[in-house]
């Protein structure tokens, strides 16, 4: 039972432009959702979260947008850059179960 | 600050043996989780520590063990290992102890190969 889907298992965007990464959850319960970046062999680093009494929150060139009622959120990176290219996972939780239910992770290439 | 600290980084071990991978937090973190990252999946959750007291718990088999000492460091155990047992193993630390987004700090993984 996957209570938090990231259905697109890579992305391909143009370097300069916007990557908009996908994340859509089963659980009506979860209060906090969080975007990590992971590049290889190095552990997942945290970016932005966002709780669920909130529709939008920005960080520079990051931004994740909620939409509870089709239970679904999205990461929207601008200007998109060579760095950026790694793999995003977003993940859930719950105030009841601090454990953190990720997604499968997109991997994002951006072409220079 | 220094941040979690995993050791080893790199170790090969054969079908049948165990392991035992050791995990420092950061410095006033109560909360330490484990999970397994193998190739084309997802984080699993293998179990979390808070206080030294297993708090949470994944669906791993029981050759899947951890502890949580007084001083917050951290130890998982797998025993009888199996060639699938093979990815990148990776703790991170928490100071949540209640409400709130659970902001986690990731060590750089151990890389686990059973040949």
């Known amino acids: 039972d996957q209570q938090v889907k990231q259905n697109s298992p890579s992305l391909s965007v143009q370097e300069g432009r916007i990557s908009i990464l996908n994340c859509d959850y089963t659980?009506?319960?979860?209060?906090?959702f969080l975007w990590y970046k992971k590049y290889p062999a190095e552990g997942p680093t945290f970016l932005i979260s966002i709780s669920s009494i909130k529709d939008k929150n920005e960080d520079g060139r990051f931004t994740v947008f909620l939409n509870k009622s089709a239970k679904h959120l999205s990461l929207h990176i601008v200007p998109s850059q060579p760095g950026d290219s790694a793999v995003y996972f977003c993940a859930a939780s719950s105030n009841s179960n601090y454990q953190l239910i990720w997604g499968a992770g997109t991997k994002l290439i951006i072409k220079p | 600050k220094a941040g979690v600290t995993q050791t080893p980084r790199y170790l090969i071990k054969t079908r049948g043996q165990q392991v035992t991978l050791s995990c420092s937090p950061i410095?006033?973190?109560?909360?330490v989780s484990w999970y397994q990252q193998t190739p084309g999946q997802g984080l699993q959750f293998l179990f979390e520590y808070f206080s030294e007291t297993q708090r949470n718990k994944g669906n791993f088999p029981g050759r899947f063990s951890g502890r949580q000492f007084s001083n917050s460091r951290s130890e998982m155990n797998v025993s009888t290992l199996e060639l699938g047992d093979s990815a990148l193993y990776l703790c991170a630390s928490s100071s949540l102890a209640g409400p709130g987004a659970n902001v986690l700090t990731f060590g750089a993984g151990s890389r686990l190969t059973v040949l």
């Open positions: 410095s006033g973190h109560r909360s």
């Open positions: 659980n009506s319960m979860f209060d906090y």
